[in-house]
């Protein structure tokens, strides 16, 4: 056993150090993809977890559908419209190219098909319909786009057009469309679940979600995904683990499968910080860029209001298997070598320790002595597995004196087991990277 407080500084500096190399690389990536930006937002507290470039002006493409959804769902619960009322179909909707569903001039289609048709086929012709049954016109559903964008908080976004078909005057922000994203969970949580639509079926014809994230990453539960050339691939994307909900947009992706993969991973980390926070292991932020983000499951939080938006649920499997499985049925490929999103992906892993450089923390204490006798008490639970595991109590520079009790030079795979035994006995704990 042992005190590691001149260690605990050389951590911090290499933390600093990582910290300042993920920032010029962040700016390369950002230089190389004008068009990126990003954010992470806790729902229940309103936390930026992560942010990059997200009040730079960017284009919506599809994620338009989201605000031409929000007047649609006011719509109908103001009473001016009904699930089941015929939209008729104009030439001008009729003209939109595709994505659409290659509506007929004359025809009509129900509203909730609408709905279904905007979230899973992203059909351009449908949100023209939509625009004209609202609006009367789609330029003058524009205007009433962009005014309840400025009373939801939208302060940078303009809307033109229903659909995010290509229109330099149509600007946001991934701030912006993640504050959209959460209104339209909070305000219509009756109508959330279309979000998680993966199929729909219209006039004989099925239709089938592009939005691999909903359907792979564990917890996601909807919004929805955008591209025009102009914007590169963009997707928002809500999910809940253990009761907390996060949001996260991504923009300028150069491939659909870069932009999933790099959401993803911002999800894991986002969900990672929110394990630390709850515990009120302050220390553990200087640890971020080295941590692996496949954490164990802290203990639930207490459930907020969006928590029962989430309709699906999911067998209990560790974050390990969580993230495996999806990186599998995603059939992930990352695009060209010079995607910057890839750039992003590939820092993120080369941030992750070496082999014997993980650590099991239980705890984090004002007391060295209560410290080292958690430590202790873990090790000796683990007795008959890790016959010669070494305790470290560390203690953190800042305003207040704080002692992690950890367990420490390990594989990663065999911290996680370690974890995952101490939990299955009640006890707590985390894995972390440890240099």
């Known amino acids: 056993m042992y005190v590691m407080r001149s260690s605990n500084r050389h951590n911090l500096g290499v933390a600093v150090f990582l910290l300042f190399c993920f920032q010029l690389l962040a700016i390369g990536a950002a230089q190389a ?21 997200a009040d730079a002006t960017r284009y919506p493409a599809s994620l338009t559908k989201m605000m031409t959804l929000y007047l649609l769902f006011e719509s109908i619960e103001s009473g001016n419209m009904r699930l089941d009322q015929p939209l008729t179909v104009s030439s001008h909707a009729a003209s939109m190219p595709a994505s659409k569903l290659w509506l007929s001039p004359g025809s009509t289609i129900r509203a909730e098909e609408a709905i279904k048709a905007l979230v899973v086929r992203s059909a351009n012709d449908v949100a023209v319909v939509v625009a004209e049954a609202l609006g009367g016109t789609e330029g003058n559903f524009g205007r009433m786009m962009t005014q309840r964008a400025r009373e939801l908080g939208l302060q940078d976004t303009v809307f033109r057009n229903a659909s995010g078909l290509p ?22 949580p009756q109508y959330y679940h279309y979000f998680s639509t993966q199929s729909f079926t219209y006039r004989g014809t099925t239709h089938t979600s592009h939005n691999r994230l909903v359907r792979n990453y564990p917890g996601a539960d909807g919004l929805k995904t955008g591209f025009i050339r102009a914007s590169g691939f963009n997707v928002a994307t809500s999910a809940i683990r253990n009761n907390r909900r996060i949001v996260s947009v991504v923009m300028g992706g150069f491939t659909a499968a870069s932009r999933d993969t790099h959401m993803a991973d911002l999800l894991d980390r986002g969900f ?25 499951e802290s203990p ?31 059939g992930i490929e990352m695009g060209s070598a010079d995607d910057p999103i890839r ?26 002595d209560q410290a080292r006798h958690l430590a202790s008490q873990a090790a000796d639970q683990l007795a008959s597995e890790l ?24 594989q990663e795979s065999v911290a996680h087991s370690a974890c995952r035994s101490l939990r299955e006995r009640g006890m707590d704990c985390m894995v972390v990277a440890h240099n």
């Open 387 to 410: 016959s010669d595991v070494r305790v470290s109590v560390a203690e953190a520079e800042g305003d207040q004196r704080v002692f992690r009790a950890r367990l420490v030079d390990l």
């Open 167 to 188: 229109d330099n005057a149509q600007v946001t922000t991934a701030r912006d469309m993640a504050t959209l994203s959460i209104r339209l969970m909070q305000d219509f």
């Open 300 to 330: 639930p939080a207490s459930a907020s209001q969006l928590a029962s938006a989430n309709t699906s649920p999911r067998r209990e499997t560790t974050e390990v298997e969580q993230r495996l499985s999806f990186q599998s049925e995603m």
């Open 33 to 53: 993809n004008p068009r990126y930006a990003s954010i992470v937002i806790d729902v229940e507290s309103g936390d930026v977890l992560h942010a990059e470039n």
């Open 272 to 296: 990672a910080r929110l394990s630390m926070l709850q515990r009120g292991d302050w220390i553990a932020r200087a640890d971020v860029l080295g941590d692996r983000m496949d954490l164990p």
């Open 343 to 368: 750039v992003l992906i590939d820092r993120a892993d080369s941030a992750r320790p070496a082999a014997g450089g993980w650590a099991v923390q239980v705890g984090a204490f004002n007391n060295a």
